[in-house]
């Protein structure tokens, strides 16, 4: 019991002395005029761009000083939440890593409601490529993107260049990117060539049908992805693609199956670009000359829509800073933000020429003028949008898709399958 008792002394004389400090620290500060933020986030020793933001902020607004508050990355929503609720006021900056998160704050009136500070301060948020709409909870927005990634097309070019055939262009329509494919498929065995890959995840091939912008992939009904299914299916009957019931046993990695030279095309985010170019100049893979092409699309529609995640920023409702909080928001967010995080070689959400350029100039990215056009886009759709019970539905999503590509059901089947149990799902 002794022992117990000098431990809990000693615990409350070290926490005492460190409050002590900071209250000394605070009190310092404000009688310098200075203001402190502290910014909740994760991962601070392997992200690249968090110590430059602060440092150009900082320069720019030298009274002002950014501590950056690492709350892990594992469990991070759940974290920020708990501290939050718990009426912590000390956290001014929020990031918000993903959309059921970021649903659960808003819910518990734990975000302050941006909208005003967006009018007066002359935010223009047609730079987000209508992401901003698709997280605005009744018409008020808690969190502006900083950080996004997007779907678009990789392709070998060597492999293009044996076939004599011309590269994917800018803008094509699925019925275009399924003809190419085909015609770019050849060999046997070893030396067999695919037309195009998709990874298992369910992404790859259901989010086909959201890029008209008639269709999400929360609304309880699911026909509109028939024609998609289809589209692969019989890609992959007729060789064009690899088997997923392959691909899913052995755990393949879609990167490896780019590597080896077997595939033309390949849909993927833009998070890969980073790690391509790394790859070819470690000399850790056979491709040596590839590009990018905007995403396909629905007739109709405007190329450079492509699908996309996004991490956002935004201010707890109890700070005490929320002024100073938002000003440091709109700087991370805004163009200066954007252009200081691509010089990282990180996708932005801000994704305008001046973004381009700076992603482009990166030691090994493709020279040609066509592979810088594809990362702009026109229109984002999220992957997951905002939902109370995005979770659960892309439990279904996820079984569903599983069953429709390793052939257990028929494409008519799962889409009843998903219909039925999705609609229970959202009648809860």
Excluded at 64 to 72: N, Q, S, Y
Excluded at 73 to 82: K, V
Excluded at 189 to 204: D, L, Q
Excluded at 329 to 357: D, H, R, S, W
Aim: charged share 20%.
């Amino acid at each position: 019991m002794k022992k117990v008792l000098t431990i809990v002394l000693v615990l409350s004389l070290v926490f005492t002395s460190v409050f002590a400090a900071g209250t000394k620290e605070t009190a310092a500060q404000a009688s310098a005029g200075e203001t402190t933020l502290k910014w909740a986030l994760w991962d601070i020793a392997s992200t690249t761009y968090y110590e430059p933001l602060i440092k150009a902020y900082e320069a720019k607004n030298p009274n002002v000083k950014i501590e950056m508050l690492d709350l892990g990355s594992a469990d991070f929503m759940t974290m920020l939440q708990t501290q939050l609720s718990g009426g912590d006021s000390s956290i001014d900056v929020v990031t918000i890593k993903d959309i059921p998160g970021y649903n659960n704050l808003v819910k518990r009136n734990l975000l302050l409601n941006l909208n005003d500070k967006i009018k007066s301060e002359g935010v223009d948020l047609s730079l987000y490529g209508g992401t901003t709409d698709q997280i605005s909870v009744d018409s008020k927005l808690y969190g502006i993107p900083f950080r996004s990634d997007f779907w678009i097309v990789y392709y070998n070019k060597d492999v293009f260049d044996k076939a004599g055939v011309a590269y994917p262009d800018n803008d094509m329509t699925f019925a275009e990117y399924d003809a190419l494919a085909r015609k770019m498929t050849s060999g046997v065995g070893a030396n067999k060539v695919y037309g195009a890959h998709y990874h298992t995840w369910r992404s790859a091939v259901q989010l086909f049908g959201i890029l008209d912008g008639k269709n999400t992939i929360v609304g309880g009904t699911y026909d509109f992805l028939k024609p998609y299914y289809q589209m692969v299916l019989n890609q992959q009957k007729d060789g064009v693609v690899q088997d997923y019931a392959t691909l899913k046993t052995s755990s393949t990695h879609y990167s490896g199956v780019f590597y080896n030279n077997s595939v033309a095309m390949m849909n993927m985010g833009s998070w890969f670009i980073a790690t391509l170019i790394d790859q070819i100049d470690q000399g850790k893979t056979e491709v040596k000359n590839w590009g990018l092409a905007k995403y396909p699309h629905a007739e109709g529609i405007p190329a450079g829509t492509t699908l996309g995640t996004i991490t956002s920023l935004g201010v707890s409702n109890a700070s005490k800073k929320q002024d100073a909080a938002f000003d440091f928001v709109k700087f991370v967010t805004g163009p200066e933000g954007a252009e200081i995080i691509a010089k990282t070689g990180t996708i932005p959400a801000i994704k305008n020429a001046q973004v381009v350029e700076i992603i482009a100039a990166k030691p090994g990215f493709p020279t040609d003028q066509a592979s810088r056009d594809a990362l702009q886009v026109a229109k984002t759709y999220l992957e997951m949008p905002l939902h109370e019970r995005a979770g659960e539905i892309e439990v279904v999503l996820n079984q569903v898709h599983d069953e429709i590509m390793t052939n257990n059901i028929s494409v008519d089947a799962g889409i009843v399958k998903m219909n039925d149990q999705i609609q229970k799902i959202l009648a809860k």
